[in-house]
């Protein structure tokens, strides 16, 4: 909500300067102070959860559509197939995918399509082992077997009749990503990878305002808790679907 309505809650856009009012504490003309050039703090963490939630959002589709094509092919086919890509994805785990990230930021520029691209052509390989394992289970089922036995072709049995029955742990584990890329994104923008002032970036918020923690914490303080707020509800969000899709607990 406070993404779509920004424009409509934040009281200043992300570009306006108070003239004067340098690195001040909140105040009712801003409520979350404003920064070293006099921006209000508030208006950005409200136009913030646009860019967050569009780079958590993106990054994580994007990641769940490689992470499921290449999952499904692996876990359905098997043999050389399933060797060759899990292969290829205990290459990208073994690289700690933030580092890809910064590598990929650093070559093709800083933005937020930049960001998204790097974070989601390296968040794929959980989401790939997930549904291989779901892939290799299902598809030993009885109707599996009925399907093969009328006909039908390959690749209709895997989207057509496994997938819907393997969308639980994908779900959940989509969910519970959205907030790990804001994270990423976070630590991204923090290391001076990410978009780019005037961009309202909450990592890139709390890069600035780490040097200023001792004489304006409110700098750093209120987008750290934006981006802890946000994580914690995409977390509690994945746990509640876990509990509303699993059988088990009915």
Not at 139 to 167: C, D
């Amino acid at each position: 909500v406070t993404a779509v309505f920004a424009p409509l809650i934040a009281p200043f856009s992300i570009t306006d300067r108070a003239t004067g009012h340098y690195r001040e504490g909140p105040s009712t003309a801003h409520w979350f102070g404003t920064d070293t050039i006099g921006r209000d703090v508030f208006s950005r963490v409200v136009f913030g959860a646009r860019v967050s939630l569009k780079i958590g959002i993106l990054a994580t589709s994007i990641a769940l559509v490689i992470g499921l094509l290449l999952g499904a092919i692996a876990g359905f086919f098997g043999g050389i197939l399933d060797t060759l890509i899990m292969r290829l994805t205990d290459v990208f785990l073994a690289i700690p995918y933030i580092v890809l990230a910064v590598a990929i930021a650093s070559v093709l520029g800083h933005s937020e399509n930049t960001v998204i691209r790097g974070l989601g052509f390296t968040g794929w390989p959980g989401i790939c082992r997930i549904v291989r394992s779901s892939f290799l289970s299902l598809k030993q089922l009885e109707y599996v077997e009925a399907a093969t036995a009328l006909g039908y072709s390959r690749w209709r049995i895997m989207f057509r009749h496994i997938l819907p029955n393997a969308l639980q742990p994908i779900i959940v584990y989509g969910t519970i990503a959205v907030g790990s890329v804001i994270l990423s994104e976070a630590a991204l923008s923090f290391l001076g990878v990410g978009p780019t002032d005037p961009t309202p970036a909450w990592g890139l918020m709390v890069s600035d305002g780490k040097s200023l923690l001792a004489t304006a914490p409110h700098m750093l303080f209120f987008p750290g808790m934006a981006i802890f707020i946000t994580v914690l509800a995409f977390v509690f969000i994945g746990d509640g679907l876990r509990d509303a899709l699993d059988p088990k607990l009915k």
